[in-house]
């Protein structure tokens, strides 16, 4: 069987990644002052975090469905036998329901996966689904393997002001928080496809401090290997240096990548923003294996 992995552009899976274990990713859009773009076409996460800065009207929307659909025909022409799509938590984007109203259209079958989550936590997952695939795994293996990357990972993040996500209606429990956002920098997490407050403290310093400590009690509670992504918006020495204490404290890291969010994701979190994907890898004791994506793992893609 050739089965195919489709995901789309919230996981913010490098392009050398994507090509290199055939993953298509679908993107998603972004209007900026009232005029929409591809994300990853035509402006960049900087040219977002500047809009925002300025109080620009910045939107998200998801793929028409027939832009699924015709990604779907494109993979069976190329010779896909069935797909497996695994998209951004429903919770947060429409995204997983325009994929599943054409996969009903689709020339083979198509499995759509509402994954729960966003960023590499999602990502990671993709790649152990293509992976699979490669190895010629049926749909159903496929799934198995996208879900076990997918079940004990976890993003955390920090944003260094509230109002972005509510302005976007992305905010979910976090709005809890909204009171006394000028006093406290939150951390936020995704839990049942949706943004929750995790904990609350007074200054960015030390938001990050304690999301590099959780992330540590994580992995140690975990006993397996992982992989770590810090995605940033407009942060990139903070997060380099996120990075590099997490390589220093998490012997179990397979590897570490620094990946900047994109134009969509940045719209809803913010400049500033600060997250880390936590991605295990199952059944896989510590110590016994090596990197999977080569020499460039433990660095910008």
Same mark, same amino acid.
């Given at each position: 069987?050739?089965?195919?992995?489709?995901?789309?552009?919230?996981?913010?899976?490098?392009?050398?990644?994507?090509?290199? *274990?055939?993953?298509?990713?679908?993107?998603? =859009?972004? !209007?900026?002052?009232?005029?929409?773009?591809? /994300?990853?076409?035509?402006?960049?996460? #900087?040219?977002?975090? $500047?809009?925002?800065?300025? *109080?620009?009207?910045?939107?998200?929307?998801?793929?028409?469905?027939?832009?699924?659909?015709?990604?779907?025909?494109?993979?069976?022409?190329?010779?896909?036998?069935?797909?497996?799509?695994? =998209?951004?938590?429903? #919770?947060?984007? @429409?995204?997983?329901?325009?994929?599943?109203?054409? +996969? &009903?259209?689709?020339?083979?079958? !198509?499995? !759509?996966?509402?994954?729960?989550?966003?960023?590499?936590?999602?990502?990671?997952?993709?790649?152990?689904?293509?992976? %699979?695939?490669?190895?010629?795994?049926?749909?159903?293996?496929?799934?198995?393997?996208?879900?076990?990357?997918?079940?004990?990972?976890?993003?955390?993040?920090?944003? =260094?002001?509230?109002? =972005?996500?509510?302005? @976007?209606?992305?905010?979910?429990? &976090?709005? +809890?928080?909204?009171?006394?956002?000028?006093?406290? $920098?939150?951390?936020?997490?995704?839990?049942? @496809?949706?943004?929750?407050?995790?904990? $609350? !403290?007074?200054? &960015?310093?030390?938001?990050?401090?304690?999301?590099?400590?959780?992330?540590?009690? #994580?992995?140690?509670?975990?006993?397996?290997?992982?992989?770590?992504?810090?995605? *940033?918006?407009?942060?990139?020495?903070?997060?380099?240096?996120?990075?590099?204490?997490?390589?220093?404290?998490?012997?179990?890291?397979? /590897?570490?990548?620094?990946?900047?969010?994109? %134009?969509?994701?940045? &719209? *809803?979190?913010?400049?500033?923003?600060?997250?880390? +994907?936590?991605?295990?890898?199952?059944?896989?004791?510590?110590?016994?294996? #090596?990197? /999977?994506? @080569?020499?460039?793992?433990?660095?910008?893609?």
């Amino acid at each position: 069987m050739d089965v195919r992995i489709v995901t789309d552009s919230t996981a913010y899976l490098p392009p050398d990644l994507a090509r290199e *274990h055939a993953v298509t990713v679908v993107p998603l =859009h972004v !209007v900026v002052g009232g005029q929409e773009h591809v /994300e990853g076409v035509g402006i960049t996460a #900087q040219e977002v975090a $500047k809009a925002l800065r300025e *109080h620009t009207v910045v939107t998200t929307s998801r793929p028409a469905p027939e832009v699924f659909l015709d990604t779907y025909r494109r993979l069976a022409d190329e010779g896909a036998t069935s797909i497996v799509s695994v =998209h951004l938590s429903g #919770q947060m984007s @429409g995204t997983v329901e325009s994929a599943r109203l054409a +996969a &009903a259209d689709a020339p083979v079958p !198509v499995e !759509v996966l509402d994954s729960g989550t966003i960023g590499m936590a999602m990502g990671y997952a993709a790649l152990a689904g293509a992976r %699979a695939a490669a190895a010629g795994a049926g749909p159903g293996e496929v799934r198995t393997a996208i879900e076990a990357r997918l079940g004990p990972s976890r993003i955390l993040f920090y944003v =260094h002001t509230l109002e =972005h996500l509510r302005r @976007g209606g992305r905010i979910g429990a &976090a709005s +809890a928080l909204l009171g006394s956002a000028l006093a406290i $920098k939150p951390i936020l997490t995704v839990r049942d @496809g949706r943004i929750v407050p995790v904990e $609350k !403290v007074r200054t &960015a310093a030390r938001a990050i401090a304690r999301i590099e400590a959780l992330v540590v009690e #994580q992995v140690r509670a975990g006993g397996t290997a992982v992989d770590l992504a810090v995605h *940033h918006l407009d942060a990139a020495e903070r997060a380099e240096e996120l990075a590099a204490h997490l390589r220093e404290r998490v012997p179990e890291a397979r /590897e570490v990548r620094v990946l900047e969010l994109g %134009a969509v994701v940045g &719209a *809803h979190v913010g400049p500033s923003t600060l997250a880390i +994907a936590v991605s295990p890898r199952p059944a896989e004791p510590v110590g016994s294996a #090596q990197p /999977e994506s @080569g020499p460039g793992s433990e660095g910008d893609p």
